[in-house]
């Protein structure tokens, strides 16, 4: 069974800080990595995607990616109370999607 | 460009009566994915339809749940004779196949209670 392994918080941060989220798998072969945003009440909402190793950078947002360790982060710059919500990470599976439950960050002004 | 729709918002049901929830998918997008939410609870993959292909269905909790997509477009899940531990946030996802076939767009999803 593929896995996909989140804590899931609550991750509390004050405004203006990083928050870092963090994201293990388990199947050595998945090659495309997810993560998205919910906020409470709301549907999940896709903010990034990254298939290679290293960083990758969208605005305040950078995902990193190590497949040789199997895992998957999330850096938040510059935190702001609109970030609170729960961050799904996704890893290409056999549904072929493999959802983590999520973390829960709350960003504290 | 319009994203995922689904209706309705909100279905409130008496135990034992069936249900049909439908999904658009974005126009293009061949793959089409249903998930359930439960409150405070992760998502719960149920089936996938991907172009012409048999679905996938292994998620499907029971012979209750049924889905299927007509014209490589619209889907409708249907819940018979449900149940209160069927109450959740059902979700529907489309994505482009082939291509970025893994980037999965949400629509709002169907709050489902049922008394």
């Known amino acids: 069974q593929k896995e996909v392994e989140q804590n899931s918080g609550p991750l509390s941060v004050p405004e203006g800080a990083i928050a870092s989220l963090n994201c293990t798998y388990s199947?050595?072969?998945?090659?495309?990595f997810f993560w998205y945003r919910q906020y409470s009440g709301k549907s999940p909402e896709l903010i990034m995607s990254?298939?290679?190793?290293g960083d990758k950078e969208d605005g305040r947002f950078t995902a990193q990616l190590n497949k040789a360790s199997q895992y998957v982060s999330l850096l938040i710059r510059d935190s702001q109370p609109s970030d609170s919500a729960t961050y799904l990470c996704?890893?290409?599976?056999?549904?072929?999607?493999?959802f983590g439950k999520g973390t829960r960050l709350s960003v504290i002004a | 460009g319009a994203g995922v729709s689904q209706s309705p918002s909100n279905k409130v049901t008496e135990k034992g009566k069936d249900v049909e929830l439908r999904c658009d998918p974005i126009?293009?997008?061949?793959?089409l994915y249903w998930y359930r939410q439960s409150l405070g609870q992760g998502l719960e993959f149920l089936i996938y339809?991907?172009?012409?292909?048999?679905?996938?269905k292994s998620g499907l909790p029971s012979d209750r749940f049924s889905a299927e997509r007509t014209g490589g477009s619209v889907s409708t899940l249907t819940i018979q004779r449900t149940q209160q531990e069927d109450s959740a946030v059902y979700l529907c996802?489309?994505?482009?196949?082939?291509?970025?076939?893994?980037?999965?767009?949400f629509g709002p999803g169907t709050r489902l209670t049922v008394t």
């Open positions: 996802a489309s994505s482009l196949w082939p291509g970025r076939s893994y980037e999965q767009y």
């Open positions: 199947d050595r072969g998945s090659q495309s």
């Open positions: 990254i298939y290679s190793n």
């Open positions: 996704a890893v290409e599976g056999n549904t072929p999607l493999v």
């Open positions: 126009s293009g997008h061949t793959a």
């Open positions: 339809f991907q172009g012409n292909s048999a679905p996938d």
